[in-house]
C-alpha cells in the first residue's frame, strides 16, 4: 500500500486545527475569575494595567470592547491600577484599536496622563509584550493584565513563559462590570484613522497570522 503525505495546504489546516485546540482546551484549567480578581485586589495598586485591543467598526464599540475598556475604568476608579495601557494597532479595519480605547477610557473620565498607548501589537500575545516595553519605558514595575476572562486565561501561559517578571491577571468580574453596564459615551474616531490601510487578511496568510497569534512573530528583545 502507498502511503502518501498530505500536501503543504492540508498540513498547515492540521496544524492550525491542533493548535486552536490545544490552545483553547488549556484555557478551560485557569483558575475563575473571581480568584484571580481576589489575588489582585490583595496585590494591588498596580503601576499599570494592559487592555488588549479589539477592532473597531467606525462607529461605536462592540460589546467585547466595551466590556475591556469598563473593566479598565472600574479598576482606575478603583485605585487598584494608577495607569492603563490600551494595546492594538489597525489590524481589521483602519483604526488604531489602542487609540479608539483610549479616547473612550477619556470619555469615561480616566485622565490622559494615566492612559498610555501601544500601536504596534496586532495579535493577543503582541498586546502583552508590546504594553510591557511601554510599561518598561515609563518605569511602570507592577503590572497586570486585565480583559475578559477567555482572553485573559489564553493569555496567562505566554505571560508565565515568556516574561522574568510576574504579569498578573484581572479578568473581568460580570458582577462588579454591572455598575459601569449603562455607560455609553460617544467619542469621534477621527484623530485614530489610518489613512491607506489593508487589512491584515490582505497582508498576512492564514498560518503567518497563527503564528502572530502564539507569539512568534515577536522579536524579543533583551532586558
Known amino acids: 500500500m502507498k502511503f502518501c503525505l498530505p500536501n503543504k495546504t492540508v498540513l498547515s489546516s492540521i496544524v492550525f486545527f491542533a493548535v486552536i485546540l490545544s490552545v483553547t482546551s488549556c484555557a478551560y484549567f485557569r483558575p475563575k475569575p473571581n480568584v484571580l480578581y481576589e489575588r489582585a485586589v490583595k496585590n494591588q495598586p498596580y503601576d499599570a494595567i494592559i487592555v488588549p485591543g479589539v ?25 487598584y491600577t494608577k495607569n492603563i495601557i490600551f494595546s ?17 477610557g477619556e470619555a469615561l473620565g480616566i485622565p490622559k496622563e494615566n492612559i498610555f498607548v501601544d500601536t504596534i501589537a496586532e495579535h493577543s500575545t503582541e498586546n502583552v509584550y508590546y504594553s510591557y516595553r511601554v510599561a518598561k519605558k515609563q518605569g511602570f514595575k507592577k503590572i497586570a493584565v486585565a480583559t475578559d476572562p477567555y482572553q485573559s486565561a489564553k493569555l496567562m501561559g505566554f505571560s508565565k513563559r515568556r516574561f522574568d517578571v510576574d504579569i498578573d491577571h484581572i479578568p473581568f468580574v460580570e458582577d ?26 490582505e497582508t498576512q496568510s492564514k498560518f503567518h497570522r497563527l503564528m ?11 532586558d
Open 88 to 104: 492594538g494597532g489597525a489590524v481589521y479595519s483602519p483604526y488604531y484599536e489602542a487609540k479608539i480605547m483610549a479616547l473612550y
Open 176 to 201: 462588579s462590570l454591572r455598575v459601569l453596564s449603562d455607560l455609553n459615551p460617544k467619542i469621534d474616531p477621527s484623530s485614530a484613522k489610518v489613512k491607506d490601510f489593508k487589512s491584515i487578511v
Open 55 to 79: 477592532p473597531f467598526n467606525g462607529n461605536r464599540w462592540d460589546t467585547i470592547m466595551k466590556g475591556r475598556v469598563l473593566w479598565a475604568t472600574y479598576l482606575y476608579r478603583k485605585g
Open 212 to 222: 502572530g497569534t502564539l507569539g512568534r512573530n515577536i522579536k524579543f528583545e533583551k
